[in-house]
């Protein structure tokens, strides 16, 4: 298996990057669909965080109600320990097991392992590339505004939220330039795929 991390921060382009690499034959993980997956009702992760934090986190569907379980961590870094120390090691799993049944499926797989925090979260992952998509904030809170509907403000305080530009530049190995035209980074990604092994036989879908 061969294993990019890709990241960058909101509203950057991550999704464009990594649909076009799908596209060219390689399989897309989303670490933040993982972690959604891992508290669905019937596992044991959302075992533990209702053990842990009572019955009120949980909605009448049996699902998870985050605004309940968020109004209780983000306000007490003890708690938010405690729910990462349940979170943390489901997601882990997942992922492992994820990467593993890729390499089943086609050995040397490419495998993009989409990650927004990738900086923050400090993974245990051993990459053989860490790819960053990079836009001008100012391109960003453009984006935010138009395709999300988000209040400026909001867009600004979500990207300072998060890690700056240079502190993803300092773990990239490669950095695409996603803040022009959909075209560019398009071929911008495709110029980064046309140097990746790519295990014999990969098929390409129409891109």
Same mark, same amino acid.
């Given at each position: 298996?061969? #294993?990019? &991390?890709?990241?960058?921060?909101?509203?950057?382009?991550?999704?464009?990057?990594?649909?076009?690499?799908? !596209?060219? &034959?390689? *399989? =897309? #993980?989303?670490?933040?669909?993982?972690?959604?997956?891992? $508290?669905?009702?019937?596992?044991?992760?959302?075992?533990?965080?209702?053990?842990?934090? &009572?019955?009120?986190?949980?909605?009448?569907?049996?699902?998870?109600?985050?605004?309940?379980?968020?109004?209780?961590?983000?306000?007490?870094?003890?708690?938010?320990?405690?729910?990462?120390?349940? $979170? =943390?090691?489901?997601?882990?799993?997942?992922?492992?097991?994820?990467?593993?049944?890729?390499?089943?499926?086609?050995?040397?797989?490419? *495998?993009?392992?989409?990650?927004?925090? #990738? $900086?923050?979260?400090? #993974?245990?992952?051993?990459?053989?590339?860490?790819?960053?998509? %990079?836009?001008?904030?100012?391109?960003?809170?453009? +984006?935010?505004?138009?395709?999300?509907?988000?209040?400026?403000?909001?867009?600004? +305080? +979500?990207? !300072?939220?998060?890690?700056?530009?240079? %502190?993803?530049? !300092?773990? @990239?190995?490669?950095?695409?330039?996603?803040?022009?035209?959909?075209?560019?980074?398009?071929?911008?990604?495709?110029?980064? @795929?046309?140097?990746?092994?790519?295990?014999? &036989?990969?098929?390409? +879908?129409?891109?």
């Amino acid at each position: 298996m061969y #294993l990019i &991390g890709l990241t960058g921060g909101i509203a950057s382009g991550k999704s464009t990057i990594s649909r076009r690499l799908a !596209a060219r &034959g390689a *399989v =897309h #993980l989303d670490a933040d669909r993982i972690a959604r997956e891992v $508290v669905e009702p019937g596992t044991p992760a959302l075992d533990a965080i209702r053990e842990r934090f &009572g019955s009120d986190v949980i909605s009448a569907d049996g699902s998870l109600n985050r605004p309940a379980l968020g109004a209780i961590v983000f306000r007490d870094p003890e708690e938010l320990a405690a729910l990462n120390a349940i $979170v =943390h090691p489901a997601v882990q799993a997942r992922t492992r097991a994820l990467f593993a049944e890729a390499e089943r499926a086609t050995p040397g797989a490419i *495998v993009i392992y989409d990650v927004p925090l #990738l $900086v923050e979260a400090k #993974l245990p992952y051993d990459f053989d590339r860490v790819v960053v998509a %990079e836009a001008d904030p100012e391109v960003r809170v453009e +984006r935010m505004i138009r395709l999300r509907g988000m209040e400026e403000a909001e867009a600004r +305080r +979500r990207i !300072a939220a998060q890690a700056s530009d240079a %502190e993803r530049r !300092a773990i @990239a190995d490669v950095i695409i330039p996603t803040g022009g035209t959909l075209a560019e980074t398009r071929a911008a990604t495709d110029a980064f @795929a046309a140097t990746l092994p790519w295990p014999a &036989g990969t098929r390409v +879908r129409r891109l």
